[in-house]
């Protein structure tokens, strides 16, 4: 068993960062991959970005070059740094814990989100 608590969401204007938080616990936190995924109002949730257990990290074309995900294994955390926020970025972001693929339903599992609102 994972489980996982985001923090760090909040407003910020267009341009700024942020840094999410994700703490897991459990002893198998370093077995699975973790990642991020975002659910804006309306639409399904998607794949933003995830770090392989043995440091590998891909993102989604949309936040590529912007965002960077990270992991200690130590401290049984998962770090999301945004930079350079846009306006559609806005969205309830999602720690989750599972396989090394990009799909939602290959995640084991989930946080509850934290809220990120970018203003134009």
């Known amino acids: 068993q994972v489980q996982l608590v985001e923090s760090g969401g909040g407003l910020v204007q267009a341009g700024g960062s942020l840094r999410l938080s994700c703490a897991a616990s459990?002893?198998?936190?370093?077995?699975?991959?973790m990642g991020w995924f975002r659910q804006a109002p309306g639409k399904e949730r998607e794949f933003v970005a995830i770090v392989w257990s043995g440091g590998s990290t891909y993102y989604a074309d949309s936040v590529k070059g912007r965002f960077t995900i990270s992991r200690d294994n130590a401290k049984n955390t998962v770090l999301l740094q945004m930079n350079s926020l846009k306006p559609e970025d806005t969205a309830v972001y999602y720690c989750?814990?599972?396989?090394?693929?990009?799909?939602?339903?290959?995640?084991?599992?989930w946080g509850k989100g934290t809220l990120v609102t970018v203003s134009s």
């Open positions: 989750a814990a599972g396989q090394p693929t990009m799909s939602p339903r290959d995640m084991n599992y």
């Open positions: 459990g002893r198998t936190f370093s077995n699975y991959a």
